[in-house]
């Protein structure tokens, strides 16, 4: 499969089948994403593979906990927000407190080393390609929202021993998809292309 096709190819897989991931291929899947780019060459990334579904779960309620709480705080929501720095408030807000980390044989966290500029920009374009390499190999999956907030979670972040100057910033749930979902529609490329 060339990359034009894995890239076409790549939809949010949600459903999968029960078989794990060999960890071969999750460390392919992770060597693939190094070769992203990153200023400077920092690769400002780290990963954290969980197998374990009772920690997933605790991942899971840890999310909800945390958007529980910035729910009860929003007349001061204003005041907050600089602590918020790098969350999506309308995603904490709306979505949050509902997070499903869809059932699944592996979920990744990712984690970017604020100290370089730019780090979760960097985490991003190594999530894309965890996520076309994923596609070229048969293998899919789909990121999971909010879960910086588990960052408030000191706790559980020295439990899923997160390297000191680190944060959580995003989150992938992988497997070997059931299912094949249409391509949501997109924006006409007229739409989001203008010349100057
Ligand atoms: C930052 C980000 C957060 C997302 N969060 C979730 C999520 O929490 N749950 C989910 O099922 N899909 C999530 N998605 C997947 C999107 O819903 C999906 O990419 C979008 O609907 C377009 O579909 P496609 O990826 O198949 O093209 C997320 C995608 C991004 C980029």
Known sequence: MDAIEAIEKRRARRNFEERDVPKETVEE????????????????????????????????????????????????????????????IREIIEKAPRQTIHRAPLFLLVCADDSWPNAEASCAYAVQNILIAATALGLGGTHIGGVSLINRDRRLISRLNVPNGFRVVDSLVLGFPRDTPATPPRKAVSEILSWR
């Open 29 to 88: 899947l992770i060597r693939i994403a190094s070769l992203a780019p990153s200023p400077y060459n920092s690769q400002p990334w780290h990963f954290i593979a969980v197998r374990d579904r009772l920690l997933v779960d605790e991942i899971q309620a840890a999310i909800r906990r945390q958007a529980a709480r910035i729910w009860k705080m929003r007349p001061f929501l204003k005041l907050v927000l600089p602590s918020l720095r790098g969350e999506r």
